[in-house]
């Protein structure tokens, strides 16, 4: 079965700090990538999304994509209490019932910034 | 306010009962998904749909069915078949591969 995986935390970092969440997938032909921010008790947000090789950068976020090792990565400048939240890494995969590509879901990394 | 809207916020129902939840969006996009989310676990499909009167099964399909007669409205029915119904259900609708979330219905089924 086609997965994704994530560290699923906590993840504690100091304000003002870098935060590194990790994502790694199974499926070589899979070219859509994307993170979500997901609040206690809200539904997820979209905040990246990347498709080549390399780096994206958007505000004090940095997504990476490395499509050889299947890792895909989202980096948080300068963290901020209010990134405390789960994000959550999806990749567009053939879905397990094998009819179309849609997105898969890691189970999600919870990140705590500390003031 | 271009948006996505699911109703309602909160639903209880007792066991054996079908129970409709309402998604809506006024973004004019073709693909519309229904998720479900589990305490702790990422979200998993159950029907999704790209164009109208035509949708297509998930990875978690039984025990739910979909309707997609208007662009703008993707409803979705649990019946009383589905096993473990409690859940946080989260409609989305997309373009290409991007895909947009609304507010999310948690359903309590006791």
């Known amino acids: 079965q086609k997965e994704v995986e994530q560290n699923s935390g906590p993840l504690s970092v100091p304000e003002g700090a870098i935060a590194s969440l990790n994502c790694t997938y199974s499926?070589?032909?899979?070219?859509?990538f994307f993170w979500y921010r997901q609040y206690s008790g809200k539904s997820p947000e979209l905040i990246m999304s990347?498709?080549?090789?390399g780096d994206k950068e958007d505000g004090r976020f940095t997504a990476q994509l490395n499509k050889a090792s299947q890792y895909v990565s989202l980096l948080i400048r300068d963290s901020q209490p209010s990134d405390s939240a789960t994000y959550l890494c999806?990749?567009?995969?053939?879905?397990?019932?094998?009819?179309?590509?849609?997105?898969?879901f890691g189970s999600g990394t919870q990140l705590t910034v500390l003031p | 306010d271009g948006g996505i809207t699911q109703s309602p916020k909160y639903l209880f129902r007792k066991e054996g009962q079908n129970v409709t939840l309402s998604c809506e969006q006024n973004?004019?996009?073709?693909?519309m998904y229904w998720y479900r989310q589990d305490p702790g676990q990422g979200l998993r499909l159950i029907y999704y749909?790209?164009?109208?009167?035509?949708?297509q099964k998930g990875d978690i399909a039984e025990g739910y069915s979909v309707s997609r007669e208007k662009k703008e409205s993707f409803p979705l029915t649990v019946t009383s078949a589905q096993k473990n119904p409690t859940a946080f259900y989260l409609c989305?609708?997309?373009?290409?591969?991007?895909?947009?979330f609304g507010p999310g219905t948690r359903l309590t089924v006791t």
């Open positions: 999806a990749v567009n995969m053939i879905s397990f019932s094998g009819s179309a590509r849609q997105l898969t």
């Open positions: 989305a609708s997309g373009h290409r591969y991007e895909q947009y």
């Open positions: 749909s790209q164009i109208v009167n035509d949708f």
């Open positions: 990347i498709y080549s090789n």
């Open positions: 499926d070589r032909g899979s070219q859509s």
């Open positions: 973004l004019n996009h073709d693909a």
